[in-house]
């Protein structure tokens, strides 16, 4: 332990202090506030119970609200180091100050204002994200224009990374960098490539991504929490790649990537804090609801920490169950396919267990529809019932992979359905992590 953490003025043990008691907060705070959502009207029916009991939602507001606290907290400890006054010990009280005054100066002189704007931006685009997913709880804003409201939270981080680091080139594998590059050698000894003013639009749909995508992975209780929970921990595990073996084997200098992680980890603490204490009342069966505020909250702290630090594309490796949600539900999302309010499962009353729910055709479908539910029902990723005679179809099971998990497994009680998609979701997070630590640097070369 005392190699991993460095000095007095460690910064990740107050990371690590300051997150044990968010937990224990939110975890107290939840049961109390409960009562007074619902009394203001934050409440929702759990649809997947025989009798639809009303619990509050947006509990996930509460998670938000004492994380922001717990970083604003955090931001002297952050930066302790530079406000440290050392003094000469001389006994002379006169001279004393005058030395304090002195190198207070000049380390505060050394202060690093842009690091502070860095983690100020990042509180504003999550603390943006807070009010636009309650303004969204609240008025239940339409699927279309709610789809941007990340877009709209992170113009402030954006905003400083572009004075403060402006970096917009990203690693390609060697192989495909002498594609493009025929006969030329690169400068660097990993190739790179500029994206220029795409990777400011990469980052917006990074943005917009993250938090609509773990919104649409849902329905089922403790789904939104549990997988952010599991996302947030193959972070850590990630930052802890950098540091730990660093701190360990006391490297000089220590891997280059290893400020960047230190920074993620302080944002990624947190939060796994406030989400164990939801997902406690958020599991089944449920207590609370999380609401879409926590969905694009958390979202966007993984947006956030995979922008800053400049790791988003292994972000995305431990997203790939809501990459592969969001594809597999496009036709619904972009209109091809009729899409319901609501897509979660429904409850079989008589059995007990979740069946898929469906999406009804007045019309039989045709086209580009038709065609789309053929192949998709051919290759098992559906669930078509057609009429016996006509063999139209008639329905068809939504397109979410929470529907398809009970397409194949058949039909499952809520809480274990919840535990095969979070052990899918630990699945490719661990699949993830391996393969950015192991394939990663033989295919970009480092
Ligand atoms: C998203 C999904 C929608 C899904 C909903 C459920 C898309 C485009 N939208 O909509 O299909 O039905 O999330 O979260 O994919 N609820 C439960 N049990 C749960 C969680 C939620 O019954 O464990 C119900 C409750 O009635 C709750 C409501 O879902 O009040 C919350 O829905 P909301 O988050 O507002 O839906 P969207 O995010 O718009
Ligand atoms: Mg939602």
Request: aromatic share 12%; glycine share 6%.
């Amino acid at each position: 332990f005392a190699l991993i953490f460095n000095s007095e003025y460690d910064p990740l043990i107050a990371c690590i202090g300051f997150s044990v008691l968010a937990y224990v907060i939110t975890a107290v705070l939840i049961p109390v506030l409960g009562p007074d959502f619902v009394r203001v009207g934050f409440v929702g029916r759990d649809l997947g119970k025989k009798h639809r009991p009303q619990i509050p939602e947006s509990m996930g507001a509460v998670c938000a609200v004492v994380y922001l606290i717990t970083l604003f907290f955090f931001i002297p400890f952050l930066f302790a180091k530079f406000f440290v006054t050392e003094t000469s010990g001389s006994g002379n009280r006169e001279h004393v100050l005058d030395t304090a005054t002195l190198h207070k100066g000049r380390s505060l002189r050394m202060f690093p204002h842009s690091k502070l704007a860095e983690f100020l931006a990042a509180l504003l685009s999550s603390f943006s994200m807070l009010v636009l997913g309650v303004a969204d709880d609240l008025f239940d804003i339409r699927w279309r224009n709610k789809l941007l409201l990340p877009a709209i939270a992170v113009l402030p981080l954006i905003l400083v990374y572009y004075v403060d680091f402006g970096v917009t080139l990203v690693a390609v594998p060697p192989v495909i960098w002498r594609l493009f590059n025929p006969g030329m050698v690169s400068n660097s000894a990993v190739p790179v490539v500029d994206l220029g003013v795409f990777y400011y639009i990469y980052m917006l749909a990074m943005a917009i991504f993250c938090p609509n995508s773990i919104n649409i992975l849902a329905g089922i209780n403790g789904l939104e929490a549990g997988q952010s929970l599991i996302i947030a921990i193959f972070l850590l595990l990630n930052d802890a790649m950098y540091i730990i073996p660093g701190r360990i084997l006391g490297l000089h200098p220590p891997h280059p990537a290893t400020e960047a992680h230190l920074l993620s980890t302080y944002f990624v603490l947190p939060l796994i804090a406030v989400t164990a204490a939801l997902l406690k009342y958020n599991w089944y069966p449920a207590r609370v609801f999380v609401g879409d505020t926590y969905c694009y909250f958390a979202g966007m702290v993984f947006a956030q920490v995979g922008i800053l630090g400049h790791f988003s594309k292994t972000l995305l490796l431990f997203l790939i169950p809501q990459i592969v949600n969001f594809i597999y539900s496009a036709p619904q999302l972009f209109k091809l396919v009729d899409c319901p309010r609501h897509r979660l499962p429904k409850l079989n009353t008589e059995t007990g267990l979740l069946e898929p729910s469906r999406v009804y055709f007045d019309l039989p479908p045709k086209g580009a529809e038709l065609l789309l539910l053929t192949s998709l029902g051919k290759l098992k990723l559906l669930d078509l019932e057609r009429d016996p005679e006509t063999h139209v179809i008639k329905s068809s099971s939504n397109f979410t992979i929470v529907n398809l998990v009970l397409t194949w497994a058949g039909p499952l009680r809520e809480d274990r359905l919840a535990i095969v998609i979070l052990g899918v979701q630990a699945g490719c997070c661990a699949v993830g992590l391996i393969a950015r630590h192991t394939i990663a640097p033989a295919v970009f070369g480092r």
